[in-house]
């Protein structure tokens, strides 16, 4: 018998944000609210289905297509709307080729390839994310066979970025670090640097020789599509080799059809031609090709001015309830004189905020309340609505 067995394996631990949802479902009390996983709901709960992919959906129905397999770097529609949509169309970027997109599962899937390529291809072994950070990019980059290191980014005390500390820990990090960054929307804070805080952090970028990898799951619900994006174009600007994952599991409410993007921007179109040979190989050898349902939808979408207009619209319902959900809560906190002032949730930006609970807090409104959240005290505001959020204030109340 070979010594490769399974007898000896101990179980993984449940994972940190979709374990709570299976924890969630679990409950039979009809009062429960799930606030872990970031997924946006409606005021009825549900997960919505825009009318943009609805109606792509309908047209792709009765347009009767085979089932063929797409190319290994996705369709090359959906590819070209997205690096428009990110960039511009008439950004240099786009229109000098030095960019390559490729389709992906998700923002993870994105992230994986991108992630692979950096330590496989070009020799990165070291890796930094944000303090904290969506759990996942730390086990992402350990797969990938990268040493993760952190820089500060939360200043707990003031409810703020600690800039002083992530530009500290930036400087400090060795050349060739991978440097994680969310775009927009930190997840979990809910704290995005501002305009000149990037550019200060491009500039350490530029200096210590460091790669930027920007994830940007949530585009549209921080500001709007194109101010989300604007920590991209400096980017863009600055002539920095970086990468860029893209996911439309939030913005269309694609979660199940895992469409993505992983975008590497270069210094010319030779290199993003080589660039683009490396990751099909990589997607070859990880899944083959990507699916191609949820492409057909975005690209359908986001190539027709007049449904693109519309999507606009859609996503900045999604994000105008989020925001009333915000002060809603903060101003529910208030009214019941909650122990602490909860105003901070309302400067956050995106579906999460960061409370600053603490995890036996939150197993507490979990085990007497029936609300679940992450136990890193992030709440996703889109678990609330005008009939919960007052149950929701007073229990949080209540854990103080
Ligand atoms: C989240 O942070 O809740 C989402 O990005 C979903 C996920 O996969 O964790």
């Known amino acids: 018998m070979s010594d490769l067995t399974f007898a000896g394996l101990t179980p993984a631990p449940a994972d940190p944000i979709l374990g709570v949802t299976e924890k969630f479902r679990a409950d039979p009390r009809p009062q429960k609210v ?5 997924v946006y709901l409606t005021e009825e709960g549900k997960t919505p289905l825009l009318d943009v ?11 009767n297509q085979p089932h063929g397999y797409i190319p290994i770097n996705g369709l090359p529609e959906y590819c070209s709307a997205v690096q428009k949509m990110v960039f511009g169309a008439d950004s240099e970027v786009v ?12 923002g993870t899937g994105g992230l994986k390839v991108g992630m692979d390529f950096m330590h496989n291809v070009c020799g ?25 290191a952190g820089y500060r980014y939360y200043d707990k005390a003031n409810d703020c970025v600690d800039f002083e500390g992530m530009v500290a820990d930036l400087k400090a990090l ?38 930027p990898f920007l994830d940007m799951a949530y585009q549209g619900f921080g500001v709007g599509l194109k101010e989300d994006a604007a920590s991209i174009a400096l980017f863009a600007e600055s002539g920095l080799d970086f990468l860029l994952s893209t996911s439309f599991s939030k913005s269309f409410n694609l979660y199940g059809e895992r469409i993505g993007a992983l975008t590497v921007v270069t210094q010319n179109a030779s290199e993003a031609a080589v660039v683009l040979t490396q990751l099909k190989s990589m ?10 349902h949820g492409a057909r939808i975005v690209s359908r979408v986001l190539n027709n001015p007049q449904t693109f207009e519309q999507w606009l619209g859609e996503l900045a319902a999604m994000r105008t ?13 208030a009214r019941i004189g909650a122990k602490r002032d909860f105003s901070f949730v309302t400067r956050q930006k995106g579906m999460f905020s960061f409370t600053g609970l603490s995890p036996e807090q939150i197993d507490r409104l979990a ?34």
């Open 321 to 333: 309830r989020i925001q009333k959900m915000r002060h809603a809560l903060a101003d529910e906190m």
């Open 53 to 63: 992919v609805r109606d792509a959906e309908m047209a792709l129905a009765q347009s």
């Open 174 to 211: 060795p050349a060739k670090t991978l440097v994680v960054m969310h775009s927009c929307c930190h997840n979990p804070t809910g704290y995005d640097l501002t305009p000149e805080q990037w550019k200060t952090v491009i500039e350490i970028c530029r200096q210590g020789q460091l790669t």
């Open 124 to 148: 990165a072994s070291r890796a930094a994310t944000s303090v904290p950070t969506w759990g996942n990019h730390n086990a992402l980059l350990k797969y990938a066979g990268f040493e993760v």
């Open 367 to 400: 085990d007497e309340f029936g609300i679940y959240a992450v136990r890193n005290g992030r709440i996703c505001i889109c678990g609330l609505n005008t009939r919960n959020v007052e149950y929701v204030a007073r229990s949080i109340a209540a854990v103080l």
């Open 34 to 38: 799930n606030l872990g996983v970031g």
């Open 283 to 292: 997607v070859r050898a990880n899944y083959s090709n990507p699916p191609s």
């Open 95 to 106: 229109q000098s080729g030095r960019a390559v997109t490729i389709q992906t599962l998700g």
